[in-house]
């Protein structure tokens, strides 16, 4: 069963052994695999100067194993876009602290994929939803590849771009912000199946947060006698 933990300054001490397999991941995901050689680092770890006491990560977690995470820093801080990526933002810098940065989303290649069971993708897309009202947030800005645009479109996440895409390395790459809000999130919730919150906050029970609540289940097809279940109000007759 896959467990999505939120991990930030506060709780880190009690994720030590997962950190260096993460960032080694990173490095064979970004380095290795996806050849950003901008990237590389002697050591084989993927790490940067926005991987700061400040940024707060959702690793996925099978039985002990790491096979997904997503990387959140605050954009009062220094982050992709305001440091290596401004012109990619015509609005101007985003410094709120209502709106986080997001990067780095990964699932390790055999659990990728229709076929690798429940979707970690779309679990830590719900999980950083989550994880974003939990604090208040109101968006999440983004540096991303524009092949992103029409999977959060089937998923219900709403991409409002900041400008134009560029070529980047041989990739285009645009800036976005994305709504953070509790209709996306029931909405990303009944998608995969989900009832109720998914975050585990081991270790941040001091954490000031709004506890969500537990989903209500879809209401039951209610069927008038002699109708035929299959034809409910505002069917149509085809
Ligand atoms: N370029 C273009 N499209 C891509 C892509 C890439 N580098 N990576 C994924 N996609 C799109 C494709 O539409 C793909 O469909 P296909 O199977 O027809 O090629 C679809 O996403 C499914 O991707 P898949 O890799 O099978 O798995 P997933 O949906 O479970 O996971 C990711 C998606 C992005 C989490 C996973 O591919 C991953 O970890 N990639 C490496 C890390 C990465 O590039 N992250 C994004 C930048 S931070």
């Known amino acids: 069963m896959s467990e999505i933990h939120v991990v930030n300054k506060g709780n880190r001490h009690l994720y030590g052994d997962y950190f260096d397999p993460y960032f080694r991941l990173r490095h064979d995901i970004y380095v290795k695999q996806r050849k950003w050689m901008a990237l590389d680092r002697p050591d084989g770890r993927e790490i940067d100067r926005f991987d700061t006491n400040e940024a707060v990560y959702l690793f996925c977690i099978d039985g002990d194993r790491l096979i997904g995470g997503m990387r959140a820093v605050p954009t009062v801080m220094p982050n992709l876009m305001s440091e290596i990526f401004p012109y990619l933002n015509i609005r101007g810098p985003i410094q709120r602290p209502d709106v986080y940065e997001l990067s780095r989303i990964f699932v390790i290649p055999e659990r990728r994929g229709e076929h690798a069971g429940p979707r970690i993708d779309m679990l830590l897309l719900t999980a950083i939803m989550e994880y974003g ?8 800005s983004i540096v991303l590849e524009s092949w992103w645009l029409p999977r959060f479109e089937r998923c219900g996440w709403k991409a409002h771009p900041l400008g134009l895409p560029q070529m980047i390395d041989g ?29 585990t906050w081991r270790g941040l029970a001091g ?30 007759a085809t």
């Open 171 to 199: 990739m285009s790459v645009l800036a976005v912000l994305v709504d953070c809000d509790e209709t996306t999130w029931t909405s990303l919730c009944g998608q995969i199946g989900l009832r109720k919150p998914t975050l």
């Open 207 to 236: 954490v000031n947060r709004r506890a969500l609540p537990d989903l209500s289940p879809p209401a039951p097809l209610t069927v008038r006698p002699g109708q035929s279940p299959l034809h409910g109000a505002g069917d149509c």
């Open 133 to 140: 009202i939990s604090m208040g947030l109101t968006a999440f």
